[in-house]
């Protein structure tokens, strides 16, 4: 069980902390798949460094909360007790692959440097190293191991160069596998075989995965709970299907009323307005200024997530 309780990240700007992640708490059962969706800038991503332990000191802080990983609070730890932690415990693949491989180094050095942190007897024999990084390229279908394992990043695909990444990722086994927008800047089919991959991968190790995406149709179909993000609040909880069937907070509401089906002749809805400026959130309601049912409490109450009917809730219509 993965156990994340009252979190909040605040950026420094200015002599001011901005808020980007607010009392964050929810719970992952091991080997599920959990969404966590919202537009940009909700906190998705300071989210996930928040687990990595990537926030820049200079730039900004955890300043409350925990993250429970097998009963250790990973906030808590030494650098050095994180560093062991990263990759065995807990792993992430980034945004953009390009930019997060070394342009100057082949992807087999690349990949070496992730086992020097596995104590076995063969990880200083070469060449029983090197079939252990053309098995784990096989593990994630890359074709024709071999021959990217001499590649450099820039003379792969993008679809490949993600491919790699989970390579590198899923090294050390972690019991946790952030996703951060893993699909940007694919073509729709890479991006089905990627989130197709990530499926197997997750069944076949038992790894929880933490899918974070702006995208609501690639969490509804590759996870089990999902989580709406918005302002750096959670909006909405709720068991992937239910929530998709049966929105219930008129942010999901909208957000679903956008994806595209086929076949339906309706004008897809848009959420009116823009996102709130972190400097100077909203009175009560943070989400009031672009709600179509906001009534006077909203103005100056800002609601509690609140079990509701299977799912959790932050609205004031259900309180």
Not at 24 to 42: L, P, R, Y
Not at 170 to 179: D, G, S, V
């Amino acid at each position: 069980m993965i156990h994340v309780e009252h979190l909040t990240v605040q950026y420094r700007k200015e002599a001011r902390n901005i808020p980007a992640v607010r009392d964050v708490s929810f719970d992952m059962i091991d080997g599920t798949a959990v969404g966590i969706v919202g537009e940009s800038g909700c906190g998705k991503t300071s989210l996930a460094r928040a687990f990595m332990g990537l926030i820049p000191p200079r730039e900004g802080a955890v300043t409350d909360g925990s993250i429970m990983i097998d009963n250790t609070n990973i906030l808590t730890v030494t650098k050095q007790h994180l560093q062991k932690l990263r990759g065995k415990t807990i792993s992430m693949i980034f945004q953009d692959p390009f930019n997060s491989l070394n342009p100057v180094l082949t992807i087999k050095e690349q990949i070496r440097e992730c086992f020097t942190f596995i104590e076995h007897k063969d990880a200083q024999n070469r060449s029983i190293l090197d079939q252990r990084i053309i098995q784990l390229l096989r593990s994630v279908h890359i074709p024709e191991p071999e021959r990217i394992c001499d590649s450099y990043p820039h003379q792969l695909s993008g679809g490949l160069r993600q491919r790699v990444m989970i390579g590198i990722a899923i090294a050390r086994e972690p019991k946790l596998l952030i996703a951060d927008e893993p699909t940007t800047a694919l073509d729709v089919t890479i991006q089905k075989n990627i989130l197709e991959l990530l499926t197997e991968l997750k069944k076949k190790m038992n790894m929880s995965v933490l899918l974070i995406t702006h995208n609501l149709a690639v969490v509804s179909r590759n996870t089990s709970k999902t989580i709406v993000m918005y302002a750096g609040r959670i909006m909405e909880e709720a068991p992937t299907r239910m929530l998709f069937k049966h929105p219930k907070h008129p942010y999901t509401q909208i957000l679903c009323s956008a994806l595209p089906r086929l076949g339906s002749k309706q004008i897809l809805k848009t959420v009116p307005g823009g996102p709130p400026d972190p400097w100077n959130l909203p009175s009560g309601c943070v989400f009031h200024p672009r709600c179509p049912f906001v009534h006077d409490q909203c103005y100056v109450k800002e609601p509690e997530l609140i079990p509701f009917e299977g799912r959790k809730i932050r609205c004031n219509l259900y309180e």
